[in-house]
T-cell receptor
Framework: DAGITQSPRHKVTETGTPVTLRCHQTENHRYMYWYRQDPGHGLRLIHYSYGVKDTDKGEVSDGYSVSRSKTEDFLLTLESATSSQTSVYFC????????????????????FGPGTRLTVL | AQKITQTQPGMFVQEKEAVTLDCTYDTSDQSYGLFWYKQPSSGEMIFLIYQGSYDEQNATEGRYSLNFQKARKSANLVISASQLGDSAMYFCAMREGWLHGGSQGNLIFGKGTKLSVKP
């Protein structure tokens, strides 16, 4: 199994408080991702990183910020948590996508962490 | 418009029978990849199988196979000889081409199909 941990695994917080979720990897993969999973929506990309200090927005980035100061750590911050951010948050890593051989989409799958269940009251 | 559509919110299958989980996708790219993940009730996401758009043969991994019909833009997952442990959510996902997030490995997920295997 890929070495990915997330902390905390469960958190209950109140509306308006800041929250930081941590993703830690031991695989030295370049790419890291944050998703949220909600019933009826599948997984939706929040932010991703393609290197230290290199990050970009995903589909549902409003209300979230990220930082990556080291290869192994990718932090997701909710500056002021809202009830709509109650969700399960997954971190993922990938070796993708250093090369596109002959223009073909790389194979590399994403490996997922165990998830963090966040409840905002 | 949804880029990944899984039309079956829930399915039942009898143990030892085969089952097909549907997935259709929408992309204008010529080069893309399709993935299937399994999420058991414990919550972890488990990679099952991958199909590249240029792959001429359907992907297979043990009891899992991917019925890839490029012209119809479908990538159905077939599970043969279902087992009780196959009961889970199954997600289809796509990695688009270089200009549509594929260069960063981004995946677009469908909403999932909940499979229940009956003994």
């Amino acid at each position: 199994d890929a070495g990915i941990t997330q902390s905390p695994r469960h958190k209950v917080t109140e509306t308006g408080t800041p929250v930081t979720l941590r993703c830690h990897q031991t695989e030295n993969h370049r790419y890291m991702y944050w998703y949220r999973q909600d019933p009826g929506h599948g997984l939706r990309l929040i932010h991703y990183s393609y290197g230290v200090k290199d990050t970009d927005k995903g589909e549902v980035s409003d209300g979230y910020s990220v930082s990556r100061s080291k290869t192994e750590d990718f932090l997701l911050t909710l500056e002021s948590a809202t009830s709509s951010q109650t969700s399960v948050y997954f971190c993922a890593i990938s070796e993708c996508c250093e090369t596109w051989t002959s223009g073909r989409a790389p194979y590399n799958e994403q490996f997922f962490g165990p998830g963090t269940r966040l409840t905002v009251l | 418009a949804q880029k990944i559509t899984q039309t079956q919110p829930g399915m039942f299958v009898q143990e030892k029978e085969a089952v097909t989980l549907d997935c259709t996708y929408d992309t204008s790219d010529q080069s893309y990849g399709l993935f299937w993940y399994k999420q058991p009730s414990s919550g972890e996401m488990i990679f099952l199988i991958y199909q590249g758009s240029y792959d001429e043969q359907n992907a297979t991994e043990g009891r899992y196979s991917l019925n890839f019909q490029k012209a119809r833009k479908s990538a159905n997952l077939v599970i043969s000889a279902s087992q009780l442990g196959d009961s889970a959510m199954y997600f289809c996902a796509m990695r688009e081409g270089w200009l549509h997030g594929g260069s960063q490995g981004n995946l677009i997920f469908g909403k999932g199909t909940k499979l229940s295997v009956k003994p």
